[in-house]
């Protein structure tokens, strides 16, 4: 595609319900991130994969996070059992390498996650 | 570890004028790269300038220019002739090389008064 694609761009959901957040890279780019940030706060990082390696997950807050990426292309960021806590923009972005400094990461929109 | 740090939360310029965006690193890996976005009030993270570690010059790209100090690990966002369409956060990135993960500071709100 022409660019970072995520869906759904707002989802709204009951405390302790599951969500799934869901990211198309750019075709061909082998890095994909995402990102946490809520209001008028920085990006905090979650997870990164890159290419078949093992992901880092070092970002992830709780057991409750989880993500996949199926095929080195879609990622889906899992949250379960919401907490209104967890309420933010989830931004996923997407970057042709890490072999290279200079490769810039490119974002989707976000999604808007709300937890009531 | 690696750590990006930005200590203004706030920044007021007046349109026509310079300013720069502090921002400093840590990181034990010699080689890596530093990042500039720009968030406007819509939310799209667009992407300014890049530095890598290893450039001798600093990064220049239309009115942007990366202040790199090295030795300081420090990686300062020069805006130059700011623009009423420049009001934004800003946020500083850096990647290492070794690990690959990027990571953001806390962004600097930048606003530009006619």
């Known amino acids: 595609g022409a660019g970072v694609s995520q869906s759904p761009s707002n989802k709204v959901t009951e405390k302790g319900k599951d969500v799934e957040l869901r990211c198309d890279p750019i075709?061909?780019?082998?890095?994909l991130y995402w990102y946490r940030q809520s209001l008028g706060q920085g990006l905090e990082f979650l997870i990164y994969?890159?290419?078949?390696?093992?992901?880092?997950k070092s970002g992830l807050p709780s057991d409750r996070f989880s993500a996949e990426r199926t095929g080195g292309s879609v990622s889906t960021l899992t949250i379960q059992r919401t907490q209104q806590e967890d309420s933010a923009v989830y931004l996923c972005?997407?970057?042709?390498?890490?072999?290279?400094?200079?490769?810039?990461?490119?974002f989707g929109q976000g999604t808007r996650l709300t937890v009531v | 570890a690696q750590k990006i740090t930005q200590t203004q939360p706030g920044m007021f310029v007046q349109e026509k004028e310079a300013v720069t965006l502090d921002c400093t690193y840590d990181?034990?890996?010699?080689?890596?790269?530093l990042f500039w976005y720009k968030q406007p009030s819509s939310g799209e993270m667009i992407f300014l300038i890049y530095?890598?570690?290893?450039?001798?010059q600093n990064a220049t790209e239309g009115r942007y220019s990366l202040n790199f100090q090295k030795a300081r690990k420090s990686a300062n966002l020069v805006i130059s002739a700011s623009q009423l369409g420049d009001s934004a956060m800003y946020f500083c990135?850096?990647?290492?090389?070794?690990?690959?993960?990027?990571?953001f500071g806390q962004g600097t709100e930048l606003s530009v008064k006619p």
């Open positions: 990135a850096m990647r290492e090389v070794q690990g690959g993960k990027l990571i």
């Open positions: 994969f890159q290419g078949n390696s093992a992901p880092d």
């Open positions: 530095q890598g570690s290893y450039d001798q």
């Open positions: 990181t034990s890996d010699p080689s890596y790269g």
């Open positions: 075709s061909g780019h082998t890095a």
């Open positions: 972005a997407s970057s042709s390498s890490d072999e290279g400094q200079g490769t810039e990461a490119f």
